[in-house]
């Protein structure tokens, strides 16, 4: 019913940026927040940032003031501007959305199929 399609990770080094992108597709009616999850190697997924419909946004302490979330509802699109990237951030970057499909009555949870982010000199 809906797709999300990430793109833009790859390898980059220390203190290098990085912009990944999300659109999602579908039957879709409206979306409600928009977040990026990531997972490291032994480690559980957490968040690193999410966005609100309205445009309110959080972050995790580790990525604040380097990460930006930011959206376009036009394009059902979420993106992340990742600046002064460290060894740490190396990650499966997941895009995540809380979508009210149409004819549905409630919000669901939808997720992308991942994209790894290498930061290594």
């Known amino acids: 019913q809906v797709q999300l399609v990430e793109s833009g990770g790859g390898l980059v080094q220390p203190g290098g940026s990085l912009r990944l992108s999300c659109a999602a597709s579908?039957?879709?009616?409206?979306?409600?927040?928009m977040g990026w999850y990531r997972q490291a190697p032994g480690k559980e997924r957490e968040l690193a940032a999410n966005i609100m419909s309205g445009g309110n946004t959080n972050y995790a302490d580790s990525v604040k003031g380097r990460f930006t979330i930011s959206r376009d509802n036009a394009k059902n699109t979420v993106y992340l501007q990742m600046n002064s990237l460290k060894p740490e951030d190396t990650a499966v970057y997941y895009c995540?959305?809380?979508?009210?499909?149409?004819?549905?009555?409630?919000?669901?949870?939808?997720w992308g199929q991942g994209t790894q982010v290498t930061v290594s000199s």
């Open positions: 995540n959305a809380r979508v009210l499909t149409t004819g549905s009555m409630r919000f669901n949870d939808y």
């Open positions: 579908g039957s879709i009616f409206s979306i409600g927040t």
